[in-house]
């Protein structure tokens, strides 16, 4: 089966460096973006969707240094607070910060305001400063994939003997699995906390021995989750080490101990309410965990084991899968629920994508399950001569699959569900539009008489937001459209479509965030509706940013 495995590491890396979306967003801000004030603020805030782990709050001026002497940064619920210690003369600033979410994740964003006078140029400032994606993503990712896979194995393994009581040959088969995978979660769990510190503080290639580092990863949840981790999976490996005297009490403790390492971090167990988010995800997690644990010596058993006998394993452990997979479902639908808000939601995001890629894999599963009941287990249990290797290989595919489903599970957490991005689009144009408006407001007409109503905020150098309304040729809103993405470019810089999937705020309106327009000139706007997947609308625009 081994080589199976190491099929799918292509894949999981893949995976595992597309881009990750931050789960913390920025609801208001004082001062706002591009916002122009009389007098020197006396405190900065930012409003966030959830509680927040800082990393740093700045406010700089325009080569890029601190100044205001910063005071301490503190916390009241969502709000993050920063009082200045001297007054900022007048002039443009740059307000930059970076902080930590519940599940984990960092983020960070760049804007500029101003005191006294109109916003300045901000590039030099802000070409250092608004990159928030680190180069330790992929290790990040990869870490989590092995940190789940690892988990389920363990605790799965110990779940089959519990709950299977199979003859020792076999019980042996599964504790050794689960010992190797024991030891595996445990120090993903270590390196969880220093990959996952490298990223939020933006660390380079020496992060994992700097105290910064180590510090920033201890700070956030990533450390109660290790500190409930670590223990339960070297007592594992300690329980799991004999078939003779197999502790129940205690490798039930274990088991539980595990899963619950997973609940007090991550977007899904941490949403409200979180006493119910938690209940599902924790039973999600254990099902899939029996599952999973259940296939290696499910196929060692063929092989280990009389045939009939086998047959009679398979049948033991259907009567658990049964309902294990209607839990498996039921919590998976409801966790599913919360993150999207909506079934529609499903549809042009990310999350989406990852999730529908997930439900399709599960799907196979499923059918895999259900022709080794209906077809194989049969067989097996009347003794046919090639039943054990028509189920065996059913089985090393089915474990192929489950391994991809991890990495799309994975693939879930990192990545922001749209719940999170709904949030920060209200709180984002709640936020914009109080501000000094400098938004440049267009409709532009397609050949085929559709028109799109655009405004673009602040349409200045920097970060820039774009809502977008789309009407069909008679002038009414298209209230749903398959997808819509914005397209700049700026050929004298050697820029070329750069895409931003936008995202669907309701009533027909969309919302992208442009984080590419850092150049001050002239920059091609094209947004792209789709009003099917076959279907679509194309419109162009020329933009100076100054």
């Known amino acids: 089966m081994k080589k199976y495995f190491f099929a799918t590491v292509a894949a999981l890396l893949s995976l595992t460096s597309t881009q990750v979306g931050a789960h913390a967003v920025l609801m208001e801000s004082s001062p706002k973006a591009s916002e122009r004030l009389e007098s020197s603020p006396l405190e900065l805030s930012a409003t966030f969707n959830e509680s927040v782990g800082p990393i740093f709050f700045r406010v700089l001026d325009q080569t890029g240094a601190e100044v205001g002497k910063p005071g301490e940064i503190r916390l009241d619920g969502t709000k993050m607070l920063m009082s200045l ?12 910060y970076r902080v930590i979410s519940a599940d984990t994740h960092p983020v960070g964003a760049t804007f500029g305001f101003s005191i006294g006078q109109p916003l300045g140029d901000t590039t030099a400032a802000l070409a250092g400063s608004t990159q928030t994606r680190s180069a330790w993503n992929t290790l990040v990712g990869f870490n989590r994939w092995v940190l789940y896979a690892a988990l389920l194995l363990a605790v799965g393994s110990a779940l089959f003997v519990l709950l299977l009581n199979p003859p020792p040959e076999l019980a042996a088969v599964s504790f050794g699995l689960g010992r190797r995978a024991a030891l595996f979660a445990a120090l993903a769990y270590v390196l969880a906390i220093v990959l996952g510190g490298a990223d939020m503080v933006l660390g380079g290639a020496g992060a994992l021995f700097s105290q910064k580092a ?12 290790a500190l409930l981790g670590v223990p339960a999976m070297l007592l594992l490996y300690w329980g799991m080490g004999s078939i003779e005297t197999v502790r129940r009490g205690k490798l039930a403790f274990c088991i539980a101990l595990g899963i619950a390492s997973f609940l007090v971090t991550g ?5 409200p309410p979180a006493w119910l988010m938690s209940t599902v995800v924790g039973v999600h997690l254990l099902t899939t ?13 063929v092989g280990l084991l009389p045939i009939a006998e086998a047959g009679a394993l398979m049948v033991r452990f259907s009567k658990w899968a049964v309902p294990a997979v209607i839990l498996v479902l039921l919590s998976g639908v409801g966790i599913s629920l919360k993150q999207l808000g909506s079934p529609l939601e499903v549809f042009g995001n990310d999350y989406g994508s990852v999730l529908l890629t997930k439900l399709v894999l599960v799907g196979v599963i499923l059918a895999i399950a259900a022709y080794n009941r ?4 049969p067989a097996l249990l009347a003794g046919a001569v090639d039943a054990p290797v028509r189920i065996g290989r059913t089985i090393r595919f089915e474990f192929l699959v489950y391994i991809l489903v991890i990495a799309a599970a994975m693939g879930l957490t990192l990545t ?52 977008a309304t789309v009407k069909d040729p008679s002038g009414v809103v298209i209230s749903k459209l398959a997808d819509l993405e914005v397209v700049v470019a700026m050929e004298s810089a050697g820029i070329n479509d750069v895409r931003t999937k936008a995202q669907d705020v309701g009533n027909g309106m969309w919302h992208a965030m442009i984080a590419e327009t850092l150049i001050p000139g002239e920059w091609t706007l094209s947004i792209d509706a789709f009003v099917s997947d076959y279907d679509k609308i194309s419109f162009k625009t020329e933009v100076t940013l100054r």
């Open 214 to 225: 180590w510090l920033a990863g201890l700070a956030s949840t990533l450390a109660p989750s």
């Open 374 to 377: 209906q077809k194989l287990t």
């Open 289 to 301: 965990a029996f599952w999973m644990g259940a296939l290696v010596p499910l196929y060692r058993s």
């Open 267 to 271: 977007h899904a167990a941490t949403a």
């Open 85 to 96: 210690g001297e007054s900022l003369p007048k002039g443009t600033y740059i307000f930059t």
């Open 416 to 467: 922001t569900p749209p719940r999170a991005m709904t949030a920060g689009a209200t709180g984002a144009l709640v936020n914009t539009l109080s501000a000094a408006d400098t938004t440049l407001r267009r409709t532009l007409k397609a050949d085929s008489g559709h028109t799109v109503e655009i405004e673009l905020s602040p349409a200045k150098v920097g970060e820039n937001m774009l809502m």
